[in-house]
């Protein structure tokens, strides 16, 4: 950081103003976590200066003896921890993932069957705004709406009607467990592959707390940056017959060169990844769920199907008078970051849906438990009961706070932290209240609109001595 501050100390101050922020805050979107130090050190590592196009022992650049050790190790352990026999580690992201099954198994104009965006599918399961409602024809099936769980009977009626050649399954605001073995019939009863997305839920399949796509699906593909815990990345995992054709749609297919640094935080999460303190983080995560969606229920939510089986929750937030943006927004005030989503049969548009998504893994990385989870529901409807009340606000901020304190994000290098000791955001202001003497002068050079300066010579300020401005 220190060289990083003498070369550009504007973005220096942005990454520890956000490092500060992500530390701060209870971290509620379910598709975002904390990765460790080890990983966040590769990430940053010099392999991000290497050109590596091809594969290991297939390259077209000189220099990839050391490169093509740490993809082969890669490789070797996304094959052992999701039992597969074929592993591409290089795809940059969950999209390009998913582009690449579609380059893979299908041609462009062929028929593909996924899940609408509404009933919690991904824009690359083909929404008409992504290359895979542009480039394929697509119908969506969607959920019963009695259970707002996948009607797999829908399913497999379009399928039989449409004749897709290929079916996606996995989603991105799903609560419930998917029957990957039933989408394998049904895509057997058609003769088409099925693609199975976990990005949001491959932590989840490896410990045992929602069923494996394997060997049901053709192709895997998922992220690495959501519960898995690596860096932002992705992968696609399918059986050898497959894997030249997805090694070619990957490489040269969509993309060019691997970003190696990542391919080496991914081996490196992998690893974290393949131990029982990692399952019993996932079963943790699955635990908080149905612990804040329990306390959410107590208080007087509306949950989508109910409850959760996994590791999020969808709230339906119009009983309370309530859209989801102004929700996710008033709830950020208090310092619980959230996303607003759309839940299923909305009838409100995406920029201002019905609906609230809320997650447990970033925050059972950081070790909070079922306790926790109770007493965090009880802010949130806190704040939805009173959100015009800006004392209430102030309070919950407080609590976050002292949250945050007792509960440090990993992988947060501590000097980092340490620039700041306590600063709120509250009314869209951030409100520094302590710096140590070490890090003044950087800190004083930040000062955007705003932004409100109080320091204090000798002892902290108590949490109660606190004025917001
Ligand atoms: C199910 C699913 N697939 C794919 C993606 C795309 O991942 P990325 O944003 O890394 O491209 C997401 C992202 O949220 C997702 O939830």
């Known amino acids: 950081m220190n060289q990083l501050r003498q070369t550009d100390s504007e973005i220096a101050e942005l990454l520890a103003l956000e490092a500060q922020r992500q530390t701060m805050v209870l971290r509620m979107i379910p598709s975002e976590n904390y990765t460790s130090s080890a990983v966040m050190q590769a990430t940053g590592s010099c392999l991000t200066n290497k050109y590596s196009e091809g594969y290991a022992h297939r390259r077209y650049y000189q220099g990839q003896e050391l490169i093509d050790k740490v993809e082969d190790i890669a490789v070797a352990r996304a094959r052992k921890l999701f039992g597969a026999e074929h592993a591409n580690v290089q795809p940059y992201s969950g999209s390009p993932a998913n582009m690449a099954a579609y380059l893979a198994l299908v041609k462009p104009g062929d028929r593909v069957l996924g899940m609408d965006l509404a009933a919690g599918g991904h824009l690359t399961h083909g929404a008409k705004v992504s290359f895979s409602g542009k480039f394929y024809q697509v119908r969506h099936y969607g959920l019963n709406p009695d259970t707002q769980r996948v009607d797999y009977d829908q399913v497999r009626r379009m399928a039989k009607e449409f004749q897709p050649k290929m079916i996606f399954t996995g989603a991105s605001s799903y609560p419930r467990i998917l029957d990957f073995a039933i989408f394998r019939q049904i895509a057997d009863e058609v003769g088409a592959f099925l693609v199975a997305d976990i990005s949001h839920i491959s932590g989840l399949c490896v410990s045992g707390d929602h069923p494996h796509p394997l060997p049901h699906a053709d192709v895997v593909t998922t992220t690495t940056h959501k519960l898995l815990r690596g860096p ?164 919950v901020r407080r609590e976050v706070i002292e949250m945050c304190g007792a509960f440090p994000a990993p992988g947060i290098s501590v000097s980092v932290v340490k620039l700041f000791e306590l600063i709120i955001y509250t009314k869209n202001q951030l409100v520094i209240l302590k710096t140590p003497r070490s890090c003044r002068p950087p800190v004083q050079k930040f000062e955007p609109e705003g932004v409100k300066h109080f320091r204090t010579r000798s002892r902290p300020l108590q949490l109660n001595q606190l004025k917001l401005l």
């Open 232 to 395: 932002r990345g992705g992968m696609i995992l399918c059986r050898a017959s497959l894997g030249p054709a997805v090694d070619k749609a990957v490489f040269p297919g969509v993309q060019g060169g691997p970003h190696n640094h990542i391919t080496a935080a991914i081996a490196v999460a992998l690893k974290e990844a393949d131990s029982p303190e990692f399952k019993e983080y996932c079963h943790q995560v699955v635990r908080n769920a149905k612990a804040l969606a329990q306390g959410l229920r107590e208080g007087g939510f509306k949950l989508v199907t109910g409850g959760t089986d996994n590791h999020l929750v969808l709230m339906d937030v119009t009983p309370l008078g309530q859209t989801g943006k102004t929700l996710a927004q008033t709830l950020e005030k208090a310092g619980i970051v959230s996303n607003y989503n759309k839940i299923p049969f909305d009838t409100r548009p995406a920029e201002d849906p019905s609906g609230v998504r809320l997650g447990t893994p970033a925050l059972t990385t950081r070790g909070m438990r079922e306790g926790e989870m109770a007493r965090i529901a009880q802010l949130i409807a806190t704040v939805a009961r009173e959100a015009d009340q800006p004392s209430t606000l102030e309070r």
